[in-house]
């Protein structure tokens, strides 16, 4: 069937749902009879003032542009999450969307030679890239609404079957009827031929261009210390491929995509702890490694095709098995822990197999003894010399290889993906990204220089290459930009289109989203095989929930995916740097992210204290075992939210300059301008607050070596020395320590 058929059979479905009314609004009849005709005429009266077509490219003036989906007004408006109208009463299916973008490339189908002329005598190869239609803000130039790719894709776990939105052109995770529920977050592929060029700012940058640095404060070896992305290869896709004789001209193409990830945690754990009780051939078999059960390509006509999908689980994590027995390792004698969990040291930074590991269920004469019920748990793991349960998720990383028997010839050289497949994002409406520029761009330095802990680093701001250590995938040690973001090469002037501020809120599977590697990560981490580092998931925690409960206590430790629950545990961690609300920690309410209550304020023997979680007897694997982990809340926060949080805190600090150090914050929320505390405290400071207002209640705790025993040794008293109450917005803020008068301090 030719590909206009397809076209006309999803424009036929769409028009009487608002779809004709839309598009006449730009002169673009979709109903028109000779369809073809009409998407290939020149619109002259495109309306730009409509509500989603503000960043269309200016220089876009037809339905199909041929080779540019960007300038194809009909992608656009199928696209483009910006596009919505109360008159729209249904949107594109992928399979739909799918259909309009391989006419974009199949339209006016090119020859090889033309695409070797346009590729200028450089090296051609069959690539497969991730790749995600963006409004203007979040594209790679930053000029108008465009296509945006990578050859890294990130896809998270979870518990119920994924869900397409269709208004909001993506996938969500939440499960309406389950607070406790994850959706699978897949990723879409697309194999295109490909051209490799050196970074250019001017044609296809890529996204957050790197220039060159000479910093001597660089470790040796860090390539941003060597090179800019202009003297760095990259691949850019020139020209789609799909199935059919309208991609190539004279060519009849069957293009496939093949994908293969494996999960190997628990056999890299047992390279390393050489007598921890497996080793070869046991360790070449599953669960020790495994490839079934983490990812498929999806056979659902409505998704259309390469689209990755992970396997639902009815639970995050599961217990070990093998031989029909449950697996257990042994726990080395004199073990190194963080905290409760077993800790594998990192060889120069280099994560030869899971830096963390659940040893807390110990099996004996086929019973398990929860450790977490002793006292001394951390002691009982160093201590070591017993068998634990292993367990095993869903997590891992692979490759997503296209092949196409009729370009074997021409173009021999094939360039797989690199796929992830990684643990849930507790803030799937903000993106790494999107706080990073924020803190480059908005934050005064003074200010930014103790925002964060750890800065919220891109994992496609990343310059390593793939896991060498894959079999069968074809990965080199020179492809170090496998993680960058590009675009479709640009020439000729373009024009600059609005920026649209608002945050898109779906689930976005490009690296940009995702977190960086830095000790280990929350998506990936990196090993060293034959002196070149290179990505890898197997250094992140085993099972995940070991590494959420360490990233998480560790103040933002990864923004953007980790909540920050550094007050929910006694002080003993980082300071607080982007707060959850009382009622996201369980303080108010019953839905903690993490299922554990935060803290709250008791009175023993005449005295105030706060009573915590005692942070080494805190178990994420426990709590995913008994499914209490929860997105609902934190999933409601979005990137402008996150920001003024952080903002918020920071400002705090600012009022109060020791409190960064030697505070401890107890209660945070938003209060409305009602509040009852906040009326007599602007009373007293003579002062109305406008905007957003958060109240903050903070503590300077007592002597930690003075700490009562709480009645629960899962507990941790610590008393309270002084006391602020802080009512905030980005202007002014109204402070009241202890029980003074309230007064009014000026940003």
Same mark, same amino acid.
């Given at each position: 069937?030719?590909?206009?058929?397809?076209?006309?059979?999803?424009?036929?479905? @769409?028009?009487?749902?608002?779809?004709?009314?839309?598009?006449l609004?730009?002169? &673009?009849?979709?109903?028109?009879?000779?369809?073809?005709?009409? @998407?290939?005429?020149?619109?002259?009266?495109?309306?730009? =003032?409509?509500?989603?077509?503000?960043?269309?490219?200016?220089?876009?003036?037809?339905?199909?542009?041929?080779?540019?989906?960007?300038?194809?007004?009909?992608?656009?408006?199928? $696209?483009?999450?910006?596009?919505?109208?109360?008159?729209?009463?249904?949107?594109?299916?992928?399979?739909?969307?799918?259909?309009?973008?391989?006419?974009?490339?199949?339209?006016?189908?090119?020859?090889?030679?033309?695409?070797?002329?346009?590729?200028?005598?450089?090296?051609?190869?069959i690539?497969?890239?991730?790749?995600?239609?963006?409004?203007?803000?979040?594209?790679?130039?930053?000029?108008?609404?465009?296509? *945006?790719?990578?050859?890294t894709?990130?896809?998270?776990?979870?518990?119920?079957?994924?869900?397409?939105n269709?208004?909001?052109?993506?996938?969500?995770?939440?499960?309406q009827?389950?607070?406790?529920?994850?959706?699978?977050?897949?990723?879409?592929?697309?194999?295109?031929?490909?051209?490799?060029?050196?970074?250019?700012?001017a044609?296809?940058?890529?996204?957050?261009?790197?220039?060159?640095?000479?910093?001597?404060?660089?470790?040796?070896?860090?390539?941003r210390?060597?090179?800019?992305?202009?003297?760095?290869?990259?691949?850019?896709?020139?020209?789609?491929?799909?199935?059919?004789?309208? *991609?190539?001209?004279?060519?009849?193409?069957?293009?496939?995509?093949?994908?293969?990830?494996?999960?190997?945690?628990?056999?890299?754990?047992?390279? #390393?702890?050489?007598?921890?009780?497996?080793?070869?051939?046991?360790?070449?078999?599953?669960?020790?490694?495994?490839?079934?059960g983490?990812?498929?390509?999806?056979?659902? %006509?409505?998704?259309?095709?390469?689209?990755?999908?992970?396997?639902?689980?009815?639970?995050?994590?599961e217990?070990?098995?093998?031989?029909?027995?449950?697996?257990?390792?042994?726990?080395?004698?004199?073990?190194?822990?963080? +905290?409760?969990?077993?800790m594998?040291?990192?060889?120069?930074?280099?994560?030869?197999?899971?830096?963390?590991?659940?040893?807390?269920?110990?099996?004996?004469?086929?019973?398990?003894?929860?450790?977490?019920?002793?006292?001394?748990?951390?002691?009982?793991?160093?201590?070591?010399?017993?068998?634990?349960?292993?367990?095993?998720?869903?997590?891992?990383?692979?490759?997503?290889?296209?092949? *196409?028997?009729?370009?074997?010839v021409?173009?021999?050289?094939?360039?797989?993906?690199?796929?992830?497949?990684?643990?849930?994002?507790?803030?799937?409406? *903000?993106?790494?990204?999107?706080?990073?520029?924020?803190?480059?761009?908005?934050?005064?330095?003074?200010?930014?220089?103790?925002?964060?802990?750890?800065?919220?680093?891109?994992?496609?701001d990343?310059?390593?290459?793939?896991?060498?250590?894959?079999?069968?995938?074809?990965?080199?040690?020179?492809?170090? =930009?496998?993680?960058?973001?590009?675009? @479709?090469?640009? +020439?000729?002037?373009?024009?600059?289109?609005?920026?649209?501020?608002?945050?898109?809120m779906?689930?976005?599977?490009?690296?940009d989203?995702?977190?960086?590697?830095?000790?280990?990560?929350?998506?990936?981490?990196?090993?060293? $095989?034959?002196? #070149?580092?290179?990505?890898? $998931?197997?250094?992140?925690?085993?099972?995940?929930?070991?590494?959420?409960?360490?990233?998480?206590?560790?103040?933002?430790?990864? %923004?953007?995916?980790?909540p920050?629950a550094?007050?929910?545990?006694?002080?003993?961690?980082?300071?607080?740097?982007?707060?959850? =609300?009382? /009622?996201?920690?369980?303080?108010?309410?019953?839905?903690?992210?993490?299922?554990?209550?935060?803290?709250?304020?008791?009175?023993?023997?005449?005295?105030?204290?706060?009573?915590?979680?005692?942070?080494?007897?805190?178990?994420?694997?426990?709590?995913?075992?008994?499914?209490?982990?929860?997105? +609902? &809340?934190?999933?409601?926060v979005?990137?402008?939210?996150? /920001?003024?949080?952080?903002?918020?805190?920071?400002?705090?600090?600012?009022?109060?300059?020791?409190?960064?150090?030697?505070?401890?914050?107890f209660?945070?929320?938003?209060?409305?301008?009602?509040?009852?505390? &906040?009326?007599? $405290?602007? =009373?007293?400071?003579?002062?109305?607050?406008?905007?957003?207002?958060?109240?903050?209640?903070?503590?300077?705790?007592?002597?930690?070596?003075?700490?009562?025993?709480?009645?629960?040794?899962?507990?941790?008293?610590?008393?309270?020395?002084?006391?602020?109450t802080?009512?905030?917005?980005?202007?002014?803020?109204?402070?009241?320590?202890?029980?003074?008068?309230?007064?009014?301090?000026?940003?």
């Amino acid at each position: 069937m030719p590909l206009i058929d397809d076209v006309k059979r999803v424009c036929d479905r @769409l028009a009487p749902l608002g779809w004709r009314d839309l598009l006449l609004a730009h002169g &673009l009849d979709i109903t028109a009879a000779n369809l073809k005709q009409e @998407l290939a005429k020149e619109l002259p009266n495109i309306n730009r =003032t409509i509500k989603g077509f503000e960043d269309f490219a200016f220089e876009g003036k037809r339905g199909i542009e041929p080779g540019s989906a960007a300038r194809s007004l009909l992608f656009h408006a199928f $696209a483009s999450h910006n596009v919505v109208s109360e008159n729209l009463r249904e949107y594109p299916t992928l399979a739909e969307f799918e259909v309009i973008e391989n006419y974009v490339y199949g339209v006016q189908p090119p020859s090889l030679e033309d695409l070797r002329v346009r590729a200028q005598g450089e090296l051609l190869a069959i690539v497969v890239f991730a790749s995600e239609y963006r409004p203007a803000s979040e594209t790679v130039q930053r000029k108008h609404a465009d296509l *945006c790719f990578s050859r890294t894709g990130v896809a998270r776990v979870g518990t119920a079957e994924a869900q397409y939105n269709g208004k909001l052109r993506g996938f969500l995770p939440f499960v309406q009827e389950d607070s406790q529920a994850f959706r699978v977050l897949p990723a879409r592929y697309s194999a295109y031929i490909a051209v490799q060029r050196r970074g250019d700012r001017a044609t296809f940058v890529p996204m957050r261009f790197q220039v060159q640095n000479n910093n001597v404060n660089l470790p040796q070896g860090d390539d941003r210390r060597r090179a800019g992305d202009d003297s760095r290869l990259f691949w850019v896709p020139l020209h789609k491929l799909f199935n059919g004789k309208e *991609c190539i001209r004279n060519l009849d193409l069957q293009v496939t995509l093949n994908a293969r990830h494996i999960n190997e945690k628990l056999r890299r754990i047992h390279l #390393v702890l050489k007598n921890a009780g497996w080793g070869e051939p046991d360790i070449s078999n599953p669960p020790f490694i495994f490839s079934d059960g983490i990812a498929e390509l999806t056979t659902k %006509p409505e998704f259309g095709r390469g689209l990755l999908v992970p396997v639902v689980h009815k639970n995050l994590i599961e217990a070990a098995n093998y031989q029909g027995k449950p697996l257990t390792f042994k726990v080395p004698a004199g073990s190194r822990t963080l +905290s409760s969990s077993l800790m594998i040291p990192a060889t120069t930074g280099a994560r030869r197999a899971p830096e963390y590991v659940h040893a807390r269920h110990k099996l004996s004469n086929g019973q398990i003894d929860n450790l977490n019920n002793l006292a001394n748990v951390t002691q009982a793991v160093q201590k070591g010399g017993y068998d634990a349960l292993h367990y095993l998720d869903f997590t891992g990383d692979g490759s997503i290889e296209a092949v *196409c028997p009729q370009l074997a010839v021409a173009i021999p050289r094939r360039i797989p993906a690199y796929s992830l497949v990684t643990a849930p994002d507790f803030f799937p409406n *903000c993106d790494q990204r999107e706080l990073l520029e924020w803190t480059e761009q908005s934050v005064p330095a003074a200010l930014r220089q103790n925002l964060w802990e750890v800065s919220p680093e891109t994992l496609s701001d990343s310059r390593l290459a793939p896991n060498l250590q894959l079999k069968n995938a074809n990965f080199r040690p020179e492809d170090k =930009t496998v993680t960058a973001i590009v675009c @479709l090469p640009v +020439s000729g002037s373009v024009r600059q289109m609005p920026l649209s501020a608002s945050p898109t809120m779906r689930h976005a599977y490009l690296p940009d989203g995702a977190a960086g590697i830095f000790a280990p990560g929350w998506d990936v981490s990196f090993d060293r $095989a034959n002196g #070149v580092d290179h990505l890898a $998931a197997y250094g992140l925690g085993s099972p995940f929930p070991e590494d959420s409960k360490l990233c998480a206590a560790l103040s933002t430790f990864w %923004p953007a995916v980790a909540p920050d629950a550094a007050r929910t545990f006694q002080p003993s961690q980082g300071p607080t740097v982007s707060p959850l =609300t009382d /009622e996201e920690i369980g303080q108010i309410g019953s839905s903690p992210w993490d299922g554990i209550p935060g803290p709250k304020r008791v009175t023993k023997n005449g005295k105030n204290f706060i009573e915590y979680a005692d942070y080494d007897h805190a178990d994420y694997v426990e709590s995913s075992l008994q499914k209490k982990f929860s997105l +609902s &809340l934190t999933g409601k926060v979005d990137v402008r939210e996150y /920001e003024a949080r952080v903002l918020a805190m920071a400002n705090v600090y600012r009022v109060i300059p020791e409190a960064r150090g030697q505070w401890r914050l107890f209660s945070f929320r938003q209060v409305q301008p009602t509040d009852s505390e &906040l009326q007599q $405290a602007q =009373t007293q400071a003579t002062t109305t607050l406008a905007g957003i207002i958060y109240r903050f209640e903070i503590y300077r705790p007592g002597d930690p070596s003075a700490n009562p025993n709480s009645d629960d040794f899962r507990k941790q008293l610590v008393p309270i020395q002084e006391t602020a109450t802080l009512f905030v917005t980005p202007l002014n803020i109204l402070l009241k320590r202890n029980n003074n008068a309230w007064t009014r301090v000026s940003l």
